[in-house]
C-alpha cells in the first residue's frame, strides 16, 4: 500500500505500521517502503513517516542517510516550524555518521529568529552531546548563547541542555543568573523545575549561608527543646547577616511559583528555600506541602518523603499543620507509614498527647503492617520524649492482651528497646512478658522475651529459671532465633545463678551440639568453652561474666530519614536515598562569598546590544528594550512591565539588534541615514511602529538623577519620508572609551514601509571631535513581515548639536571641598549673573530639577537652604565645573559658575539662565 | 529525563511502549511486576523503584499503569506529574482513560505521545496547543475521516506554539459567547466516636468552561476573598494581581480547565451538614452483631442534601449483615466486606436508619478492629464555605458573554469513626492525660 499512488492508501498504511510500533512489535523490515514516503507530500503521512523514521534509524543507518536531504532542505524554510520540526526529527535520528550535519544545523537554529526554532536547537543538544560526547566544546559555545537569549520559550529547554551537557561549568550561569530569575515566572512549568533546581546549586556556590551565624544549633533542635530555638534567633539578631540581593532576588521571583498548580514545580521551590533561605523565612512552604497532600497518592508519597526529612531538621515548620498529617483509613499503606514517621518527627511535649491518642485510633486498624508500624512510632516517641515514657510503656504492655499476634509481637520488641533505657523500674512488666511465653508463637518477640529476661535475670530471680526450664523442653521446636536467645538465656543463668540452672544449661547446650543449624551448634561450642571451667579453657573464662552481662546501652531509635538531607531535596537521590545516575551535588556553603560582581551584565559592546521587543495585540507597538547600562535594577524594570500585562509576557519576543549612536564630545557631527522600505503585508494600513529605547533610568549607580532626559530631534518624519529620529544624551558613561559622551537615538518609523539598512555615512567633524561609528542597523526582522518591497536609498543630513551641559559627568563633593575648590577657581574662571526665577520655580526641587535637566552635574550638600550647589566635570579634559544658585527674597537670584574652561563656562551660564527663567 | 513510557493494564500486560531515546526492552518491567506482586494492592506498589540499571517510575490511574523508565537523576514529582498530565490529556481528548479507549485510538496516542515529549524533555502539554497539532476524534470527524480516508493530524500548522499566550490558541470563534465557572467545595473530615470533629477543611475548586471568542481578558472576583487561604492557580492568572487585589485576572484557555484551587482558612469553623449517631456491637457469646445508624442534617444553611451514601468497610470476620434501612438501599459486597447504604435526599423530618444484626464468622475471635463509617453527600447551590463570586468582567473584546456561576458542595473525604463495642473494654486513653 505504500507505494500507492493515492495518499489516502498510504496513510492508512502508516497507520498500521505506527499502531504496530506502539504495541512494541517489530516493524523494522518495512524500512525501505517507508523511507521512500518521507518527501511524501500530505501532512499527515509525513508525520508518521518521522514517527517510524526516530524509532527505525539507528538500526538501519544506511538506508536512514537517504532521508537526511530531505530534513536539510526542511531546515532552510521559511516557516518556523518546518525548520523547528525538520531539526527535531534530524536530532533524533542516532546515527553516528550524521553528527556533522546535526551540529551545524543546531549552530545554525540557535541564531535563528525564531524563538520556537531556538528552543528546538536547545532540546537538540542534549540529543548530539549523548550520541557523540565530544562534540561537548562545541556544544558548550552554543549553550552559552543560547543561555544569552531573553525569550522565556527557550529560556527553560536551554538551562535543559546545560544540566545534561556541561552541569559543571557554572560560570555560564553569572551573566545570566538575574535574566533567568526574572524570567522565571513566565517560563513554562517544566522548564521552571529545571531552573529552579540548577539556580539551587548555583547559589550554593555563589552565595553564604544566610544561617551561618545561628552554627550548628540547628541540627542540635532535633527533638531538642523549643527553647534552643528561640535562642538561635536572639543569636542571629546579635549579629546581623547580611544577604546578597541576588541571592534575595531569587528567592523574592521564587516565592509566586509555590501558587504553581504543577506539584513538581511546588517541590521545586521548597527544596530551594529549604536550601537556601534563612531559617525564618523557610515557613512559607509548610503551607503549599500541605496542599500537595490532596494531590494523587504517588504527589503525596514523594512529598511525605521530602517532608519527614524536613521535619526532622525543622520540626517547627510544620508543627501548626499536624492535623493535615492524620491518618485516613482510605490512604494506601505506604502513605500511612510515611504518615506516621512525620506525626512522629512532629512530636514534642506539648503535642504528644493529642498524637498517642490519636496512635491509640490506629492500633484498630484493620491494616496489620500500618499497626505495627504504628507500635513502633509509639515506641519512638516514648524514647524521644521522656514524660510520656511510663504511658507509653503502659499502654503497650495491655497490647500485650491485644489478640493478634502480631500487634503482641511488635509490642514486645518495641517494650523490649524501651525497657533497655531504665530496667530497674519495670521488673513487674518483666515478669508478664516472662508469662507471655506460653502463648506468643512470632520467633522475634519470643526471642525478645528471652534476651529480656537473660538481659535482666537479676530483676526476676525467681522466675528466670524456670523460663529456661520451660524453654528447654520446648527447645527442638522452636526457630533458629529463639534457639539462639534460648542458649544465651542459658549462659547468662549459669554464670548468675549457677546453683539451680547448671543442670538446665548442659542440657540446652547437649542439645543444641546436634543441631541442624551450624550458627546454633557452633553458638553451643562457643559458650560451653567460656562458661564452663575446664582444664584447658584460658583466661577467657574468668572474663565470662563481664562478656556476658556487660551492660548494654540502650538502643536509639531514630526515623530512617535522619541525615537524609545531604542529597538535594525533591531529587530521586533523595527518595531512594543513594546517589542516582547524573545526580549534582549540592555543594556545601562557600566560606566567603564570590565575588559578586560576575553577576553584572555589562555592555560588552555598546554598539550592539540585543533588546527584546515584545508584541501587544493592540496593533504593530513595539517595545524595544534597547542599550541598556544594565545594573541590579534594570532587568526588574522589564519584568515589572512583563507582568502587568501577561500578553507581553508569551512567547512572541523578538531579538532586535539595536544601537547606541555614540559620538564625540564636541559640539556637532552629521550623520545620513539611508532608508530602505518595506511594507507590512498583515496590516494593512500604515501602522506605527516606534522603536522605543526604553532608556534604563534605574541606574542607581550614577549619581546624578538622570530622570530629566530631554529630546532632541535629528530629523523630521516629513523631510526624513516617515522615518524621525530623535535623540538625547543618556548620561551614562561610555563604556568602550571614558572620554566620549554617548547619544542615544530613537528611530520611529511612521511610514506605511519599514525601514532597513539604517547607518551613518560621510561623518564631518569638526577638529577635535571623535565619531566611534555603529554598525549598520539590520533590517527589522519580524515574524509576520512578509513582503519586502524596497525603494530606492535615501540619505539625510543631519546634525547633532549637544548642549554644553551633556560634556560632563557628575562627580560628588563634600561642602568643604566644594569650597575649598570654588576658592582655587575666582577671577576669570568665575562669571557671576543675577536673574529673577520663574514663578514655578522658586523651590529648592524646582531649581535642582532644572538646573539637573540643562547640564549633567550632581548636587553638592549645602548646610543653608538659600543655596544650590552643583559639581561635575568635563568629560574630555576633566575640568572642574561647579555651579551655585543663590536665591533672595521675591524670586531675586544669583547663578555663579567656576570653570577653568571659560567657553564652557559662559555657554553653561547662558544655558542655565535659560533654564531657570522660563 | 523520560526515557520509555509503558502503558500496564490490570493484569499485567504492556500494550502501548514509546520510547524517547534508544530503545529499551520491556522487559525492565519484570521489576514493576515483582513489586507489583509483591504490593497485593495496585495502590500500595511503590511509584519509585530502583532496578540496576533503571529507574522505574509509576502512576496508577484508571486501573492503569503508566510506567516511565528513567536512567539518570530527576525531580521523580517532576515525571510523576507529568505522568498525569499525560492522563489527563487522554481524558481530555477521549472522555476517558482506559485501556479499551487507548487502543481503539493508539495512533492518535502514540502521536500526543511523540508531541508531548522531545527527547524526555516535556514539548507542549496544554491541551490547547495539542489539540491543534492533532485534533481530538469526534463522531462527525470518524465518519468524515472513513469516508474520505484523512486522520485526525491537523492539516495546517499551529500557530499556537507562537501566540503570545501559550496556553490559548489564537483565532477562537464561537456564536454563543459563554463563561460558566463552577465553584466545587469538599469537606475532608475525620470525626470522633462521639461525633465530636477532630479534624475538619474544606478544599475548593474552580473548574471554568469558557468558550469566548477572540482574546479576552476576564476579571474574576470575589465577595470574601478573604476566605481563601491556600491558592494554587491555573499559569493564565496574573498572580501580582492576586497579591495587590485579591481578584484573579487572566485571558482564559479555551474550553475546560480548572482556574484554581483554594483551601479555607482552618480558622472558620467548617460546618458540617450532617450528623451521624451509630453503634457496632459485636456479642461475646454467640456468632452475631448488631449495627445501628441514624444520619440527620446538622448545618446545612437551609438546603436540601443529596446523594447521601454511607460506606463501611467492614472487620473480615463479618459474613452476612441482615439489616433494614428506613429509607434507600443497602447492599453488602461478601468478598470485599463492604458495607454501602445507598440514602438518595435527606429528609430532615423523617430520619434515615439502618440497623439490624451482623453474622461473624464461628469460631473466629471478635472482630477487634474499629470500622471507619464514609460519607458522600451534595449540597447544590451551596458553597459551604461561605465563598460568593461578585461579578466577572470582560476587557479587550466588544461582545457581551452569556456569564454563570454555580455553586455545588461535596463530602470529600469525609470519615467518621465508628464505636465499637466489642470485648476491647480498656480503654488506655485516659492515661495520656
Redesign the interface.
Known amino acids: 500500500m505504500l507505494d500507492s499512488n493515492k495518499?489516502?492508501?498510504k496513510?492508512?498504511a502508516m497507520?498500521r505500521i505506527?499502531?504496530m510500533?506502539?504495541?512494541?512489535k517489530n516493524a523494522s523490515d518495512l524500512f525501505p517502503a517507508v523511507v521512500k514516503n518521507v518527501a511524501c507530500k500530505n501532512?499527515?503521512v509525513k508525520?508518521?513517516v518521522y514517527?517510524y523514521l526516530v524509532?527505525y534509524a539507528?538500526e538501519q543507518q544506511d538506508l536512514a542517510l537517504l532521508s537526511i536531504s530531505t530534513f536539510q532542505r526542511g531546515l532552510k524554510d521559511p516557516?518556523?516550524?518546518?525548520r523547528a520540526s525538520a531539526l527535531?526529527v534530524l536530532?533524533?535520528i542516532?546515527v553516528t555518521i550524521i553528527v556533522p550535519i546535526m551540529m551545524l544545523a543546531i549552530k545554525e537554529a540557535a541564531s535563528d529568529m525564531?524563538p520556537?526554532v531556538r528552543k528546538?536547537a536547545a532540546?537538540?543538544i542534549?540529543?548530539l552531546y549523548?550520541l557523540d560526547p565530544e562534540q561537548k566544546d562545541q556544544l558548550i559555545e552554543v549553550i552559552e548563547k543560547l543561555l544569552a537569549d531573553k525569550t522565556t520559550?527557550v529560556a527553560g529547554?536551554v538551562v535543559?541542555a546545560f544540566e545534561e551537557v556541561c552541569p559543571e561549568r557554572i560560570d555560564l550561569i553569572h551573566k545570566n543568573y538575574r535574566k533567568l530569575c526574572n524570567l522565571l515566572?513566565d517560563v513554562?512549568?517544566?522548564g521552571q523545575?529545571v531552573i529552579i533546581?540548577m539556580l539551587t546549586r548555583y547559589a550554593r556556590t555563589q552565595f553564604l549561608n544566610p544561617n551561618i551565624n545561628e552554627g550548628s544549633g540547628g541540627d542540635k533542635t532535633f527533638y531538642g527543646s523549643d527553647e534552643d530555638e528561640d535562642e538561635d534567633e536572639e543569636e542571629k539578631e546579635k549579629n546581623p547577616y547580611v544577604m546578597d540581593p541576588d541571592h534575595r532576588l531569587l528567592l523574592r521571583n521564587t516565592k509566586?511559583l509555590l501558587?504553581?498548580?504543577?506539584?513538581?514545580v511546588?517541590?521545586?521551590v521548597a527544596q530551594l528555600y529549604f536550601h537556601l533561605a534563612p531559617k525564618a523565612e523557610v515557613g512559607v512552604i509548610a503551607?503549599?506541602l500541605?496542599?500537595l497532600l490532596?494531590s494523587?497518592?504517588?504527589?503525596q508519597?514523594?512529598?511525605l518523603q521530602n517532608v519527614a526529612t524536613m521535619t526532622i531538621k525543622r520540626r517547627g515548620m510544620f508543627e501548626p499543620y499536624l492535623?493535615?498529617f492524620?491518618i485516613?483509613?482510605?490512604d494506601?499503606?505506604?502513605i500511612k507509614v510515611l504518615k506516621l514517621e512525620v506525626l512522629t518527627n512532629l512530636a514534642n511535649e506539648t503535642n504528644i498527647?493529642t498524637i498517642?491518642?490519636?496512635f491509640?485510633?490506629y492500633i484498630?486498624?484493620?491494616d496489620k503492617d500500618f499497626v505495627a508500624a504504628t507500635i513502633q512510632a509509639i515506641g519512638r516517641c516514648a524514647t524521644n520524649i521522656g514524660e510520656?515514657r511510663d504511658?507509653c510503656l503502659?499502654?503497650l504492655v495491655?497490647l500485650l492482651?491485644?489478640?493478634?499476634e502480631l500487634v503482641v509481637a511488635e509490642s514486645v520488641v518495641v517494650i523490649k528497646k524501651l525497657l533497655q533505657m531504665q530496667p530497674e523500674k519495670h521488673s513487674d512488666i518483666i515478669k508478664h512478658m516472662a508469662k507471655l511465653t506460653d502463648n506468643i508463637q512470632v520467633p522475634m518477640a519470643r526471642a525478645s522475651i528471652l534476651w529480656l529476661i537473660g538481659e535482666y535475670c537479676e530483676h526476676v530471680p525467681k522466675i528466670a529459671p524456670d523460663v529456661l526450664r520451660k524453654m528447654a523442653k520446648s527447645f527442638t521446636n522452636e526457630e533458629d532465633i529463639v534457639k539462639l536467645q534460648i542458649i544465651n538465656l542459658a549462659a547468662k543463668l549459669y554464670l548468675t545463678n549457677s546453683k539451680q540452672t547448671k543442670l538446665l544449661t548442659q542440657y540446652v547446650l547437649n542439645l543444641a551440639k546436634y543441631d541442624q543449624n551450624y550458627d546454633i551448634r557452633d553458638r553451643a561450642r562457643f559458650i560451653r568453652q567460656l562458661i564452663v571451667p575446664t582444664e584447658k579453657s584460658g583466661a577467657l573464662s574468668k572474663y565470662a561474666k563481664k562478656l556476658f552481662l556487660a551492660l548494654k546501652p540502650a538502643p536509639v531509635l531514630e526515623s530512617p530519614f535522619k541525615d537524609r538531607d545531604h542529597f538535594q531535596l525533591?531529587?530521586?537521590?533523595h527518595?531512594?536515598n543513594?546517589k542516582?545516575?547524573?545526580?549534582?551535588e549540592l555543594p556545601d556553603w562557600p566560606e566567603a562569598a564570590p565575588d559578586p560582581s560576575v553577576r553584572n551584565v555589562e555592555v560588552k559592546d555598546s554598539v550592539r546590544a540585543v533588546g527584546t521587543v515584545t508584541?501587544?495585540?493592540t496593533g504593530g507597538l513595539w517595545d524595544l528594550q534597547g542599550p541598556q547600562k544594565v545594573e541590579g535594577k534594570s532587568d526588574s524594570a522589564s519584568g515589572s512591565e512583563s507582568?502587568?500585562g501577561?500578553?507581553?509576557s508569551?512567547?512572541?519576543s523578538e531579538s532586535v539588534e539595536s544601537e547606541e549612536g555614540s559620538e564625540s564630545e564636541e559640539e556637532e557631527e552629521d550623520e545620513e541615514e539611508k532608508n530602505k522600505k518595506k511594507k507590512k503585508k498583515e496590516l494593512k494600513k500604515p501602522v506605527q511602529e516606534t522603536l522605543t529605547i526604553l532608556h534604563l533610568v534605574l541606574c542607581l549607580q550614577t549619581i546624578a538623577p538622570s530622570s530629566a532626559l530631554k529630546n532632541y530631534e535629528l530629523l523630521h518624519r516629513i523631510t526624513g519620508e516617515g522615518l524621525s529620529v530623535e535623540y538625547c544624551f543618556s548620561r551614562q558613561p561610555f563604556s568602550p572609551d571614558a572620554n566620549m559622551v554617548a547619544v542615544q537615538m530613537q528611530f520611529t518609523n511612521n511610514a506605511t514601509s519599514d525601514t532597513k539598512n539604517l547607518h551613518m555615512e560621510d561623518v564631518k567633524l569638526q577638529s577635535g571631535m571623535r565619531v566611534k561609528e555603529f554598525p549598520e542597523i539590520g533590517d527589522i526582522n519580524v515574524?509576520v513581515i512578509k513582503n519586502k518591497r524596497s525603494r530606492s536609498c535615501s540619505k539625510f543630513f543631519v546634525s547633532i548639536q549637544p548642549p554644553v551641559g551633556e560634556l560632563m559627568r557628575p562627580i560628588f563633593l563634600t561642602e568643604n571641598e566644594f569650597k575649598k575648590e570654588q576658592g582655587q577657581l575666582m577671577g576669570m574662571n568665575e562669571i557671576t549673573e543675577k536673574l529673577t526665577l520663574d514663578a514655578k520655580c522658586r523651590n529648592e526641587h524646582a531649581i535642582v530639577q532644572r538646573v539637573t535637566t540643562a547640564a549633567n552635574l550632581s548636587r553638592v550638600p549645602c548646610g543653608s537652604d538659600k543655596e544650590c550647589r552643583f559639581a561635575g566635570r568635563t568629560v574630555t579634559s576633566s575640568s572642574l565645573v561647579l555651579v551655585t544658585v543663590a536665591t533672595k527674597e521675591e524670586g531675586a537670584a544669583q547663578l555663579t559658575v567656576n570653570c577653568e574652561k571659560m567657553l564652557i563656562g559662559t555657554m553653561l551660564v547662558k544655558d542655565i539662565l535659560l533654564a531657570l527663567t522660563q | 529525563m523520560i526515557h520509555s513510557l509503558f502503558l500496564i493494564n490490570h493484569s499485567g500486560d504492556i500494550f502501548l511502549e514509546k520510547h524517547w531515546k534508544s530503545v529499551i526492552s520491556r522487559s525492565v518491567c519484570d521489576y514493576f511486576f515483582e513489586a507489583r506482586e509483591k504490593a497485593v494492592d495496585p495502590e500500595n506498589v511503590p511509584p519509585v523503584l530502583q532496578t540496576p540499571h533503571h529507574y522505574l517510575i509509576s502512576i496508577y490511574r484508571g486501573k492503569l499503569f503508566f510506567l516511565s523508565v528513567i536512567q539518570t537523576e530527576v525531580a521523580p514529582l517532576f515525571v510523576i506529574e507529568f505522568l498525569h498530565r499525560v492522563a489527563d490529556t487522554i481524558q481530555d481528548y477521549f472522555g476517558e482513560c482506559s485501556e479499551g479507549i487507548i487502543k481503539d485510538n493508539i495512533v492518535t496516542v502514540y502521536e500526543l505521545l511523540e508531541e508531548m515529549l522531545d527527547n524526555g524533555f516535556p514539548l507542549a502539554t496544554e491541551s490547547n496547543v495539542l489539540k491543534e497539532m492533532i485534533r481530538p476524534p469526534t463522531i462527525l470527524r470518524s465518519v468524515v475521516n472513513t469516508l474520505t480516508g484523512s486522520s485526525n493530524v491537523g492539516d495546517t500548522l499551529p500557530t499556537g506554539q507562537l501566540s503570545n499566550v501559550p496556553w490559548r490558541r489564537a483565532g477562537v470563534k464561537y456564536t454563543n459567547n459563554e463563561a460558566y465557572f463552577d465553584v466545587i467545595e469538599e469537606i475532608d473530615a475525620i470525626l470522633d466516636k462521639s461525633g465530636t470533629t477532630v479534624f475538619a477543611e474544606i478544599q475548593g475548586v474552580i473548574e471554568a468552561c469558557v468558550r469566548l471568542t477572540g482574546m479576552p481578558d476576564l476579571t474574576l472576583s470575589f465577595m470574601n476573598p478573604r476566605l481563601l487561604d491556600d491558592v494554587s492557580f491555573h499559569p493564565c492568572v496574573r498572580f501580582k494581581r492576586w497579591e495587590s487585589e485579591r481578584v484573579l485576572s487572566f485571558i482564559p484557555p479555551d474550553g475546560n480547565f480548572t482556574l484554581m484551587n483554594y483551601h479555607v482558612s482552618s480558622q472558620n469553623l467548617v460546618a458540617i451538614p450532617v450528623y451521624v449517631k451509630q453503634s457496632i456491637s459485636f456479642f461475646e457469646t454467640g456468632p452475631c452483631g448488631r449495627l445501628d445508624i441514624t444520619i440527620g442534617p446538622k448545618q446545612t444553611m437551609g438546603k436540601t442534601v443529596e446523594n447521601m451514601m454511607v460506606t463501611i468497610h467492614m472487620p473480615k470476620a463479618v459474613l452476612n449483615a441482615n439489616l433494614t434501612a428506613t429509607q434507600g438501599t443497602y447492599t453488602y459486597d461478601l468478598t470485599t466486606k463492604v458495607l454501602v447504604w445507598d440514602i438518595g435526599k435527606l429528609n430532615p423530618q423523617k430520619l434515615p436508619n439502618l440497623r439490624g444484626s451482623l453474622s461473624t464468622q464461628v469460631g473466629v475471635p471478635k472482630p477487634e478492629d474499629n470500622p471507619s463509617l464514609n460519607i458522600d453527600l451534595k449540597i447544590q447551590q451551596l458553597a459551604i464555605s461561605g465563598l460568593k463570586v461578585s461579578r466577572l468582567d470582560m476587557y479587550g473584546e466588544k461582545y457581551k458573554p452569556f456569564k454563570g456561576v454555580k455553586y455545588l458542595t461535596k463530602a470529600g473525604k469525609f470519615q467518621v469513626k465508628m464505636l465499637c463495642t466489642a470485648h476491647f473494654s480498656t480503654n488506655w486513653r485516659s492515661e495520656y492525660i
Do not use: C
Open positions: 495518499d489516502s492508501l496513510l492508512e497507520k505506527v499502531a510500533i506502539a504495541r512494541g501532512i499527515e508525520k508518521l514517527v524509532r539507528e516557516n518556523q516550524l518546518i527535531r536530532s533524533s542516532r525564531s520556537y528546538t532540546h537538540a542534549p540529543k549523548s520559550l529547554s535543559m515566572i513554562e512549568e517544566w523545575v533546581n509566586p501558587q504553581s498548580r504543577n506539584a513538581a511546588v517541590m521545586a503551607k503549599a500541605v496542599r490532596r494523587h497518592s504517588e504527589v508519597y514523594v512529598v492535623k493535615s492524620y485516613r483509613s482510605t494506601p499503606t505506604q498527647s498517642l491518642r490519636e491509640q485510633t484498630k486498624s484493620m510520656v504511658t503502659n499502654g495491655q492482651s491485644n489478640r493478634d525533591g531529587s530521586l537521590s527518595l531512594l543513594a542516582a545516575g547524573g545526580y549534582q508584541f501587544r495585540d507582568g502587568s501577561s500578553e507581553e508569551g512567547s512572541g515574524a
